[in-house]
């Protein structure tokens, strides 16, 4: 397995699901922190699960047309877990609003009094897979061939650059 799962026997990890487009902007590489009001001590491997809700009104539309293309809302997946990453972090927004890539601070809430998640080592998905999600952070049990359907490592700056969002 790759190195997020060295250490583990199971292949059952952590998942969070997030409203689309923001799952996909985290299978893309350009959203390298989830926004929550929430904290966590977590940190290891997760899955990205998208709900079933697609939040047009509320996106980010210029950076979803940049990412996905223009017909964005029709094509991302819901209900369906679309990436694995590595959460390394959670701090408070106002500690790392000033340091954020354009796309990163487009596509999060970092009012103040809010946590910024950090994902990295984030890896999408071939095709997504069916899944059930649930609020907060909760178990998703992994395919046994999980290596074979990720994708490589993503580089958030790579793929902000590549859209012109750095």
Same mark, same amino acid.
């Given at each position: 397995?790759?190195?997020?799962?060295?250490?583990?026997?199971?292949?059952?990890?952590?998942?969070?699901?997030?409203?689309?487009?923001?799952?996909?902007?985290?299978?893309?590489?350009?959203?390298?922190?989830?926004?929550?009001?929430?904290?966590?001590?977590?940190?290891?491997?997760?899955?990205?699960?998208? =709900?079933?809700? *697609? #939040?047009?009104?509320? /996106?980010?539309?210029?950076?979803?047309? !940049? @990412?996905?293309?223009?017909?964005?809302?029709?094509?991302?997946?819901?209900?369906?877990?679309?990436?694995?990453?590595?959460?390394?972090?959670?701090?408070?927004?106002?500690?790392?609003?000033?340091?954020?890539?354009?796309?990163?601070?487009?596509?999060?809430?970092?009012?103040?009094?809010?946590? =910024?998640?950090? *994902? #990295?080592?984030?890896? /999408?998905?071939?095709?997504?897979?069916? !899944? @059930?999600?649930?609020?907060?952070?909760?178990?998703?049990?992994?395919?046994?061939?999980?290596?074979?359907?990720?994708?490589?490592?993503?580089?958030?700056?790579?793929?902000?650059?590549?859209?012109?969002?750095?």
């Amino acid at each position: 397995m790759t190195d997020l799962f060295q250490d583990t026997e199971t292949t059952t990890m952590k998942a969070l699901s997030l409203w689309q487009p923001w799952a996909s902007l985290v299978a893309a590489g350009v959203k390298l922190h989830e926004t929550r009001h929430w904290s966590t001590p977590y940190r290891g491997p997760i899955a990205i699960h998208a =709900a079933k809700t *697609l #939040d047009v009104a509320g /996106a980010p539309d210029l950076l979803c047309r !940049a @990412v996905f293309g223009d017909y964005w809302s029709r094509l991302l997946p819901l209900g369906m877990v679309v990436a694995v990453a590595e959460l390394t972090a959670c701090r408070p927004t106002e500690r790392i609003a000033d340091h954020l890539s354009r796309a990163d601070l487009a596509a999060g809430n970092f009012s103040r009094g809010r946590f =910024a998640w950090r *994902l #990295d080592k984030v890896r /999408a998905l071939k095709r997504p897979m069916p !899944a @059930v999600g649930r609020q907060g952070l909760f178990n998703w049990i992994a395919p046994e061939d999980l290596e074979a359907v990720l994708g490589p490592i993503l580089s958030h700056a790579a793929a902000c650059q590549a859209i012109g969002w750095n």
